[in-house]
């Protein structure tokens, strides 16, 4: 389970502990190297990679905590391993990134390797865990990477420390960029655009399961036969309830094959199923709504030309949502 919902609770706690330990946030400095477009990196990191989802903390409302925009500290917990946070991408340059050089930035979201770097004294491990969708990044073309750095740059330092994880050190291993990942039958410059998006939005992340392994379900990658064909159990604010990511192939009976463009379109940048039933989190539709038409519609040409995959997603044990 990667996302969950309890992080938000979990979310909450921690900036009870900011108010105690009296953090503040300052304006910095920000290091003037970059040279990439910063307008577009920005559609990259909130609507395209969603990096806010895991790198903002959320309140008890669920809504992303502004003072703590892209600092880190939400909390992953990960099965018989511990706990790992998200880290500040802030400009900071103690606890953020602030100090590290763009190429710094860029290794450590394409391989999952950051630079050696303190935490209040601690050495911060470098090798990053793959809920840290690196692996997927890895495919992020040299300019839109360097124009998310650019964008990066543009954030208000906010001096938080997130809580250090506890991930045995031997469970860290790098996971290397996705292999397989199949092109659409028709294998046009729009598919092509569309597996690039499905790619660095990381729909593959969580609508594939994890491959199977007897020692870490991290360590080696997703289940490329079931590639896209969902069963990733999410958390629920209701305890013990979870939802299920779709299959999202075009098998008629399991996965979308019957629905029409319009209806791909409108779940996942509206957030409304084939029924009009509204999809509940962690699917990140309101990030998407800011997707381009073209970028969306490369989408739908790619999940509609993947191999289908016959697989019947067990059924959610919690309700379906309000949409907001
Ligand atoms: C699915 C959740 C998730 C998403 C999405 C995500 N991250 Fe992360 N990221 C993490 C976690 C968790 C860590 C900490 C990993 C660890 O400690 O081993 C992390 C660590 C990092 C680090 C290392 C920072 C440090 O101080 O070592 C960088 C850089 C980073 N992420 C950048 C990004 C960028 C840029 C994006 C969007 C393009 C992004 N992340 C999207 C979960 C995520
Ligand atoms: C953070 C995890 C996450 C990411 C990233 C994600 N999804 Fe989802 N998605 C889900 C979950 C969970 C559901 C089930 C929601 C529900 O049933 O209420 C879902 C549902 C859907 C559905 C509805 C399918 C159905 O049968 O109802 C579609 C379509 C979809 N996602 C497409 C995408 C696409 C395309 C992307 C990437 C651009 C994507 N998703 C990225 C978690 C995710």
């Given at each position: 389970?990667?996302?969950?919902l309890?992080?938000?609770?979990?979310?909450?706690?921690?900036?009870?502990?900011?108010?105690?330990?009296?953090?503040?946030?300052?304006?910095?400095?920000?290091?003037?190297?970059?040279?990439?477009?910063?307008?577009?990196?920005?559609?990259?990191?909130?609507?395209?990679?969603?990096?806010?989802?895991?790198?903002?903390?959320?309140?008890?409302?669920?809504?992303?905590?502004?003072?703590?925009?892209?600092?880190?500290?939400?909390?992953?917990?990960?099965?018989?391993l511990?706990?790992?946070?998200?880290?500040?991408?802030?400009?900071?340059s103690?606890?953020?990134?602030?100090?590290?050089t763009?190429?710094?930035?860029?290794?450590?979201?394409?391989?999952?390797?950051?630079?050696?770097?303190?935490?209040?004294?601690?050495?911060?491990?470098?090798v990053?865990?793959?809920?840290m969708?690196?692996?997927?990044?890895?495919?992020?073309?040299?300019?839109?990477?360097?124009?998310?750095?650019?964008?990066?740059?543009?954030?208000?330092?906010?001096?938080?420390?997130?809580?250090?994880?506890?991930?045995?050190?031997?469970a860290?291993?790098?996971?290397?960029?996705?292999?397989?990942?199949?092109?659409?039958?028709?294998?046009?410059?729009?598919?092509?655009?569309?597996?690039?998006?499905?790619?660095?939005?990381?729909?593959?992340?969580?609508?594939?399961?994890?491959?199977?392994?007897?020692?870490?379900p991290?360590?080696?990658?997703?289940?490329?036969?079931?590639?896209?064909?969902?069963?990733?159990?999410?958390?629920?604010?209701?305890?013990g309830?979870?939802?299920m990511?779709?299959?999202i192939?075009?098998?008629?009976?399991?996965g979308?094959?019957?629905?029409?463009?319009s209806?791909?379109?409108?779940?996942?940048?509206?957030?409304?199923?084939?029924?009009?039933?509204?999809?509940?989190?962690?699917?990140?539709?309101?990030?998407?709504?800011?997707?381009?038409?073209?970028?969306?519609?490369?989408?739908?040409?790619?999940?509609?030309?993947?191999?289908?995959?016959?697989?019947?997603?067990?059924?959610?044990?919690?309700?379906?949502?309000?949409?907001?």
């Amino acid at each position: 389970m990667r996302r969950t919902l309890t992080s938000y609770a979990i979310a909450a706690c921690a900036v009870a502990l900011c108010a105690l330990a009296a953090c503040k946030s300052d304006s910095g400095t920000n290091p003037p190297t970059t040279t990439g477009d910063k307008t577009h990196g920005e559609y990259l990191v909130k609507n395209v990679a969603v990096c806010g989802d895991c790198h903002t903390q959320r309140g008890v409302t669920g809504l992303p905590i502004d003072s703590l925009n892209m600092a880190g500290g939400v909390a992953f917990s990960i099965p018989n391993l511990g706990t790992v946070y998200s880290r500040n991408l802030t400009s900071d340059s103690t606890h953020g990134i602030g100090a590290w050089t763009d190429q710094q930035i860029i290794t450590a979201f394409r391989t999952g390797i950051a630079p050696m770097h303190m935490h209040n004294g601690v050495a911060m491990d470098s090798v990053l865990f793959p809920v840290m969708p690196y692996w997927l990044y890895g495919y992020l073309t040299d300019s839109d990477a360097k124009d998310i750095v650019a964008y990066l740059r543009t954030l208000k330092a906010v001096s938080y420390d997130p809580p250090m994880d506890t991930i045995p050190a031997a469970a860290r291993v790098t996971w290397p960029k996705q292999a397989g990942i199949p092109d659409a039958t028709t294998n046009d410059a729009t598919t092509q655009r569309g597996k690039y998006l499905v790619t660095v939005a990381a729909c593959i992340d969580c609508h594939t399961i994890p491959a199977a392994t007897t020692t870490n379900p991290f360590a080696s990658g997703v289940n490329m036969s079931l590639f896209l064909a969902g069963g990733r159990p999410f958390e629920t604010i209701e305890p013990g309830k979870l939802i299920m990511s779709k299959n999202i192939t075009p098998d008629v009976a399991t996965g979308i094959g019957s629905w029409t463009s319009s209806q791909i379109d409108s779940a996942f940048a509206f957030g409304w199923d084939d029924q009009h039933r509204a999809l509940c989190p962690p699917m990140p539709w309101e990030a998407f709504n800011g997707m381009t038409s073209t970028d969306r519609a490369a989408i739908v040409a790619y999940l509609r030309g993947i191999p289908a995959v016959s697989n019947t997603v067990p059924e959610d044990t919690t309700l379906h949502c309000p949409h907001p």
